[in-house]
């Protein structure tokens, strides 16, 4: 079992930057793929970015690449969401999530993951 805390979110102007945290419960989060999604109001979920269990791969939406990048650090159960040259477009409830996998595989759809955060909300103001 895992449980995923979520922070780091809060209010930027476009072009800005954040960083979220995704913090980890359990003795086994270097077995697991971890990803971010966000969910605007009135849209569904989407994906943002993915990792691998060991950090070696990541993915990312087309909307985020270049911007967003994804890493963790598996001694402090953490993984991270540096989000730079923030656009409004990009205002969101944002959730970390995890899978039991250890393969090279990259998962997409929010229905492949059994662990979910809170979510925490980042709002960026034109």
């Known amino acids: 079992q895992v449980q995923l805390v979520e922070s780091g979110g809060g209010l930027v102007q476009t072009g800005g930057s954040l960083r979220l945290s995704c913090t980890a419960s359990?003795?086994?989060?270097?077995?697991?793929?971890m990803a971010w999604f966000r969910q605007a109001p009135g849209k569904e979920r989407e994906f943002v970015a993915a990792?691998?269990?060991?950090?070696?791969?990541?993915y990312y939406a087309d909307s985020v690449k270049g911007r967003f990048t994804i890493s963790r650090d598996n001694a402090k159960n953490t993984v991270y969401l540096q989000m730079n040259s923030l656009k409004p477009e990009d205002t969101a409830v944002y959730y970390c999530?995890?899978?039991?996998?250890?393969?090279?595989?990259?998962?997409?759809?929010?229905?492949?993951?059994?662990?979910w955060g809170q979510g925490t909300q980042v709002t960026v103001s034109s």
């Open positions: 359990g003795r086994t989060f270097s077995s697991y793929a």
């Open positions: 999530a995890g899978k039991y996998y250890t393969g090279s595989y990259y998962f997409p759809s929010p229905y492949e993951y059994n662990y």
């Open positions: 990792i691998s269990w060991s950090g070696g791969s990541t």
